[in-house]
């Protein structure tokens, strides 16, 4: 008889330090159909490399452009990632049990990072580029804090200033993030400021505004074009971004090979789409190549913010002031402020144009949750597997209780891996709220998203 496997089985899959990927994989290599390139607004040309050096690196728009499958990793961005990485797999044991599923559930952890989520590994790959170019400064715009915490960390390790544009609401409502990156040497300056034109024009109407994101970027990137030693950098939605975040997926594959499992559903939250695409990707490339048809890869998104799942595919600007080029993506409109949820790093009007390719061609679904649906999911992983995720995190592992549930009901075997891209120490006040029972549902109906992108019907169609 065969005997039963008894005593300790392990959750963590590690992979040693040796082991870890020492090439990014560009998928741009590899899509069937890829995505239009950005457009200059006032041509309505291919936006050129000149146009671009104004405000990024050179070293980055090589890799935003470049359809090479593999980018070696510099040896001295390794060098901060071994920091952290390789970051953990681990199988959700107690969570499979709570929700008696047939399903394994793995999570590959991000949340170990000096700032907490995966934004580091494009951070300090930014920062490298930039430091190696002369580059003195970078400036960037955050929200609640997370990409801007994880830009003052690569900047402090290669010694570069760093100027932090922060939305005003969350500058004076979530201030220990802005401490974070005060410790890392950043400056932190709320947005609107006095520093810039479109910061000057704006507080003259609007003394109290309490700033966005759309106006974060357009000071960060105004910043950027008047100095020359100065360059902007952006956390999500380019394909630089994506590219550096897929060691998260080339690391897990590994990790769930040395246990010979492989996932029937990826699944990560999306607000721009990089930690999704970092997971997803190398995944994907066997899909692509027939090797794994079935493969099933889940984008999830706030119902308060439905790029995906309601918003349309045109060409449209990534900020409000129009200074970015026009990219072809899933968007609600540029103008569309979303309402204040806790998942702040989910509130952005647009999508990577690599995922909405993606997604336009069916090799990716999406769905939306509201904040309830989402806490309440957090709540549960947070009893069972101890962590407190973040609250854009948490829309990933709705969609995974939700799928091992219907494995159960189907008396299905699933395998399925998801991002957990990061803790949620820093959002203890949405838990709160959560606990107290005020969080508010917000949904974006259809009427909504045909008011926000009615002009859009003239830009370019992807
Ligand atoms: C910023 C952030 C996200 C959303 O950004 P993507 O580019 O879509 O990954 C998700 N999770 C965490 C923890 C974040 O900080």
């Known amino acids: ?13 590690y992979l040693s330090e040796r082991d870890i990927p020492k090439r990014w994989y560009n998928i741009l290599h590899d899509m069937p159909k890829k995505p239009k390139p950005p457009l200059n607004p006032k041509t309505a040309e291919p936006i050129s490399i000149d146009e671009l050096a104004v405000i990024f690196a050179k070293g980055l728009i090589e890799q935003e452009l470049s359809e090479k499958q593999w980018i070696d990793i510099p040896e001295e961005v390794l ?39 995966h934004k580091p590994n494009t951070a300090v790959a930014q920062a490298y580029y930039n430091k190696i170019e002369g580059v003195e400064q970078l400036t960037t715009e955050t929200g609640a804090g997370q990409w801007g915490s994880a830009l003052a960390f690569a900047c402090s390790y290669f010694g570069l200033k760093c100027k932090v544009f922060m939305v005003r609401a969350s500058y004076e409502q979530k201030p220990y993030r802005k401490v974070l990156m005060q410790m890392w040497g950043a400056d932190v300056v709320p947005s609107p400021s006095k520093e810039t034109q479109v910061g000057r024009k704006i507080l003259e109407s609007t003394p109290d505004s309490p700033g966005s994101l759309g106006i974060a970027i357009s000071e960060a990137i105004e910043v950027a074009i008047s100095d020359d030693k100065t360059k902007y950098s952006l956390g999500s939605v380019l394909n630089h971004v994506l590219l550096h975040q897929t060691i998260i997926g080339l690391e897990a594959k590994k990790q769930l090979d040395k246990v010979e499992e492989y996932p029937t559903i990826v699944i990560g939250c999306v607000g721009g789409g990089s930690n999704f695409a970092g997971l997803a990707f190398p995944f994907l490339l066997d899909k692509f190549y027939e090797k794994r048809k079935s493969l099933r890869l889940i984008a999830v998104e706030p119902a308060a913010c439905p790029t995906l799942t309601k918003g349309i595919y045109s060409y449209d600007y990534g900020d409000t002031s129009k200074l970015t080029p026009l990219l072809p993506m ?25 995922i909405s390719k993606l997604y336009a061609d069916g090799f ?41 549930i219907r494995a159960r009901k189907e008396k299905k075997e699933e395998v399925i891996l998801f991002n957990l891209s990061g803790h949620g120490f820093f959002d203890m006040s949405a838990y709160n709220d959560y606990i107290l029972g005020v969080l508010e549902d917000v949904v974006l109906t259809d009427e909504d998203v045909n008011e926000l992108t009615r002009k859009l019907s003239s830009y370019p169609k992807p």
């Not at 959700?92 to 989520?117: C, D, H, M, N, Q």
């Not at 899933?330 to 690599?354: E, K, N, Q, V």
């Open 79 to 117: 060098k901060v990632y071994l920091l952290w990485r390789p970051t953990p797999v681990v199988r959700a044991r107690f969570l499979e049990e709570a929700l008696e599923t047939p399903a394994r559930i793995y999570y590959k952890y991000e949340g170990v990072s000096p700032s907490g989520s």
């Open 364 to 404: 990716v679904e999406a769905r939306a949750y509201t904040q309830n649906e989402i806490f309440d999911a957090a709540m549960k992983f947070f009893q069972t597997e101890g962590i407190v995720p973040a609250p854009e995190s948490a829309h990933a592992i709705r969609a995974v209780i939700d799928e091992a």
């Open 330 to 354: 899933y968007t609600l409109g540029h103008d569309f402020i979303p309402p204040r949820i806790h998942a702040g790093g989910l509130r952005y009007h647009g999508m990577s144009p690599i």
């Open 1 to 13: 008889m065969r005997k039963k496997r008894v005593g300790l089985q392990s959750n963590r899959i």
